[in-house]
T-cell receptor, first 114, second 112 residues
Framework: KAGVTQTPRYLIKTRGQQVTLSCSPISGHRSVSWYQQTPGQGLQFLFEYFSETQRNKGNFPGRFSGRQFSNSRSEMNVSTLELGDSALYLC?????????????FGEGSRLTVL | ELKVEQNPLFLSMQEGKNYTIYCNYSTTSDRLYWYRQDPGKSLESLFVLLSNGAVKQEGRLMASLDTKARLSTLHITAAVHDLSATYFCAVIFNFGNEKLTFGTGTRLTIIP
């Protein structure tokens, strides 16, 4: 069974640009959640999508947005990049919403903002 | 404020010894995850604890949840080098909007 796939794995952007990251969940999983990991702030929850609807949201500014498609694949977008957005972005999939089951994480997308 | 605190932050222990990592959280919750992360890698799910008094064991690791004390423990028995990693707990807080809040992590190094 294929795991959670995130693309791209590595990318470099400059301040002010925008970036889109992609996450393909495990087949049959309908929940996708996103996380940011930095050395200073640790792991932080961004948002969760289930059946194309945002169900839960963390404390990030509106520059961070996401969406989910009918095949459960999800994208995350960050606009007007800042240096502090440099991080490892992880997504996780789960069969159900509401953090009631196991989360399966992808390998992450490492974003560097110059 | 939603806070999840782990201690210790760093733990160096000898092979064969036992130790416990603690995860305290600030507000009522009855759901908690434990994860392992190797350097440069993603998160690997260890345990999902979904009720007060839940206890789960896998190999040399055992996790428990006491929702009244707002405390979860991850106990390591007879540590081996392969257990060297960073361990995170994550608590689900629900205020109409569910948030998964991670602890700071415990970097565990097992010394032969």
């Amino acid at each position: 069974k294929a795991g959670v796939t995130q693309t791209p794995r590595y990318l470099i952007k400059t301040r002010g640009q925008q970036v889109t990251l992609s996450c393909s969940p495990i087949s049959g999983h309908r929940s996708v959640s996103w996380y940011q990991q930095t050395p200073g702030q640790g792991l932080q929850f961004l948002f969760e999508y289930f059946s194309e609807t945002q169900r839960n949201k963390g404390n990030f500014p509106g520059r961070f947005s996401g969406r989910q498609f009918s095949n459960s694949r999800s994208e995350m977008n960050v606009s007007t990049l800042e240096l502090g957005d440099s991080a490892l972005y992880l997504c996780a999939s789960s069969p159900q919403t509401g953090f009631t089951g196991e989360l399966f994480f992808g390998e992450g997308s490492r974003l560097t903002v110059l | 404020e939603l806070k999840v605190e782990q201690n210790p932050l760093f733990l160096s222990m000898q092979e064969g010894k036992n130790y416990t990592i603690y995860c305290n959280y600030s507000t009522t919750s009855d759901r908690l995850y434990w994860y392992r992360q190797d350097p440069g890698k993603s998160l690997e799910s260890l345990f999902v604890l979904l009720s007060n008094g839940a206890v789960k064991q896998e190999g040399r690791l055992m996790a428990s949840l006491d929702t009244k004390a707002r405390l979860s423990t991850l106990h390591i028995t007879a540590a081996v080098h392969d257990l060297s990693a960073t361990y995170f707990c994550a608590v689900i807080f629900n205020f109409g909007n569910e948030k998964l809040t991670f602890g700071t992590g415990t970097r565990l190094t097992i010394i032969p």
